[in-house]
C-alpha cells in the first residue's frame, strides 16, 4: 500500500523560508514526485517535480526562488522555499506518479501561509 505523507507547512512573513517535506512508502517502479498547490476556488496548479533521477523542474512562478532536493532511497523530495511571498498562500500537495503503472498517489496536504 502506497503511501504518500506531508511536512513542514507553516506561517511565515513575507521574504521568509519554509522547507516541506514528503516521503513516499511502498513505491515499487519508476515515478515522478511533483509538488502542487491550490487555493480554495482556483485549480490545483503544479510547483515542480523531479523523476528520482535528479532532474528537477520548476514552475515559472517559483522559478529562484524554490529549490527541490530529492532523495531516492526512501523516495523522498524536500522543498525549500525562500523569498516567499503572499501569492504562495496555498495548501500544497505532495504527488507520486507510478508511470508505468498508471498509478498516481496523494498527500494529504501541507497548509503554508505567508503574511505580508
Known amino acids: 500500500q502506497v503511501q504518500v505523507v506531508e511536512s513542514g507547512g507553516g506561517e511565515v512573513q513575507a521574504g521568509g523560508s519554509l522547507r516541506l517535506s514528503c516521503v513516499a512508502t511502498?513505491?515499487?517502479?519508476?515515478?515522478?514526485m511533483a509538488w502542487y498547490r491550490q487555493v480554495p476556488g482556483k485549480q490545483r496548479e503544479w510547483v515542480a517535480s523531479?523523476?528520482?533521477?535528479?532532474?528537477?523542474k520548476y514552475g515559472d512562478s517559483v522559478k529562484g526562488r524554490f529549490t527541490l532536493f530529492g532523495d531516492n532511497a526512501k523516495p523522498a523530495m524536500y522543498l525549500q522555499m525562500n523569498s516567499l511571498r503572499p501569492e504562495d498562500t496555498a495548501v500544497y500537495y505532495c504527488?507520486?506518479?507510478?508511470?508505468?503503472?498508471?498509478?498516481?498517489?496523494w498527500g494529504q496536504g501541507t497548509q503554508v501561509t505567508v503574511s505580508s
Open positions: 504527488n507520486v506518479n507510478e508511470y508505468y503503472k498508471g498509478a498516481s498517489y
Open positions: 511502498g513505491i515499487t517502479s519508476l515515478y515522478v
Open positions: 523531479t523523476d528520482g533521477e535528479g532532474t528537477m
